[in-house]
């Protein structure tokens, strides 16, 4: 599956950003789809992800009630909506595919996913 993420940019502190993921290749809504993020000199960061089948959702700690994730299957398209955005949230902002079809369980790592986007970069000014 080919992904392409968009939405990125500079937002001041207390602002919000919807990114977009469309995705394309096999059947969308077979694999769960999660959201990283990775900051200059860290590791790449668990943000979000969903499974369609079971409707499972999960949000990394740092951005839970702030973040949501959510897709829309006739677009081939996930989102995340992040609201009230901090300069720690600064990062480059990546999505994914967990290869694993039907699978009802959300990964946290990104050993779990098989394909990836090329990311976008959000900014977030103090």
């Known amino acids: 599956v080919q992904l392409v993420e968009s939405g990125g940019g500079v937002v001041q502190a207390g602002g919000s950003l919807r990114l977009s993921c469309a995705a394309s290749g096999r059947t969308f809504n077979r694999f769960p789809m999660g959201w990283f993020r990775q900051a200059p000199g860290k590791e790449r960061e668990f943000v979000a992800a969903?499974?369609?089948?079971?409707?499972?959702?999960a949000y990394g700690d740092p951005v839970k009630g702030r973040f949501t994730i959510s897709g829309d299957n006739a677009k081939n398209t996930i989102y995340l909506q992040m609201n009230s955005l901090k300069p720690e949230d600064t990062a480059a902002y990546y999505c994914?595919?967990?290869?694993?079809?039907?699978?009802?369980?959300?990964?946290?790592?990104?050993?779990?996913?098989?394909?990836w986007g090329q990311g976008t970069q959000v900014t977030v000014s103090s």
């Open positions: 994914a595919a967990d290869m694993r079809p039907y699978s009802t369980v959300v990964q946290t790592v990104p050993e779990a996913y098989g394909s």
């Open positions: 969903i499974s369609w089948i079971g409707s499972s959702i």
